[in-house]
């Protein structure tokens, strides 16, 4: 018996011209990837709505924006969500992100009247299913009649933060979805800037993982 510890074997491989196309193929998909990844996190969708709720995290820029949204639509309330604050709690007169917001708004100018916090209690992960559970147990004994809601987020988180929302409040409550933009880097050219890279990959991973959990 003959023992061998090598063969010769033929297999298949890229030409010139295959080699091309393959690159070809790949700076393409970049390209496309870079340009609809962002408009696909950054999603807007919006319903027919009285109640816009907004989510506390954001900065101030995008407070003023939501006055505005408010104003022009056929909205009647306006609800503030948000978890305790991560800096500064013993110093600050607002303990959450809700109450903070909701407070910027009538600094801002906004009828208080119109305007409710919900804040949410502190938590280590899912915060923002922490917000939405929140809302959803205020809602349910809350005067208001809200059959719908606009969500109001910031940039390519809206997305992450739609899925989970619509989760927990749908069918009773419909969720529609409204992205401010962001101010920190421009979105058409997100790669350009390292604020918008770690953002957007950020939430790609983040919402890669949100449809894998159950938000219920």
Same mark, same amino acid.
């Given at each position: 018996?003959?023992? #061998?510890?090598?063969?010769?074997?033929?297999?298949?491989?890229?030409?010139?011209?295959? =080699?091309?196309?393959?690159?070809?193929?790949?700076?393409?998909?970049?390209? !496309?990837?870079?340009?609809?990844?962002?408009?696909?996190?950054?999603?807007?969708?919006?319903?027919?709505?009285?109640?816009?709720?907004?989510?506390? =995290?954001?900065?101030?820029?995008? &407070?003023?924006?939501? &006055?505005?949204?408010?104003?022009? $639509?056929?909205?009647?309330?306006?609800?503030?969500?948000?978890?305790?604050?991560?800096?500064?709690?013993?110093?600050?007169?607002?303990?959450?992100?809700?109450?903070?917001?909701?407070?910027? !708004?009538?600094?801002? $100018?906004?009828?208080?009247?119109?305007?409710?916090?919900?804040?949410?209690?502190?938590?280590?992960?899912?915060?923002?299913?922490?917000?939405?559970?929140?809302?959803?147990?205020?809602?349910?004994?809350?005067?208001?009649?809200?059959?719908?809601?606009?969500?109001?987020?910031?940039?390519?988180?809206? #997305?992450?933060?739609?899925?989970? !929302?619509?989760?927990?409040?749908?069918?009773?409550?419909?969720?529609?979805?409204?992205?401010?933009?962001?101010?920190?880097?421009?979105?058409?050219?997100?790669?350009?800037?390292?604020?918008?890279? #770690?953002?957007?990959?950020?939430?790609?991973?983040?919402?890669?993982?949100?449809? !894998?959990?159950?938000?219920?």
């Amino acid at each position: 018996m003959k023992i #061998r510890f090598i063969h010769r074997k033929s297999q298949w491989t890229l030409t010139i011209q295959g =080699w091309i196309v393959t690159f070809i193929c790949i700076i393409a998909l970049m390209v !496309f990837t870079l340009s609809t990844i962002y408009p696909f996190l950054a999603v807007n969708s919006p319903v027919t709505a009285d109640v816009i709720v907004v989510e506390g =995290w954001i900065p101030d820029y995008a &407070i003023k924006d939501a &006055i505005a949204l408010f104003q022009r $639509g056929s909205y009647n309330h306006l609800i503030t969500t948000g978890l305790p604050v991560s800096k500064g709690y013993y110093l600050a007169q607002y303990k959450n992100f809700a109450e903070l917001t909701a407070a910027t !708004f009538i600094v801002l $100018g906004f009828n208080p009247e119109q305007l409710v916090a919900v804040p949410a209690p502190k938590v280590i992960k899912h915060r923002t299913q922490a917000s939405a559970i929140a809302l959803r147990e205020w809602l349910s004994t809350s005067e208001l009649d809200v059959k719908s809601i606009n969500l109001y987020s910031l940039g390519p988180h809206a #997305r992450r933060s739609w899925i989970i !929302f619509k989760a927990v409040l749908e069918p009773e409550i419909r969720v529609g979805v409204i992205a401010a933009e962001p101010q920190e880097y421009d979105p058409k050219q997100w790669w350009h800037s390292s604020e918008g890279v #770690r953002t957007v990959i950020g939430e790609v991973i983040a919402y890669l993982y949100a449809q !894998f959990v159950d938000w219920k």
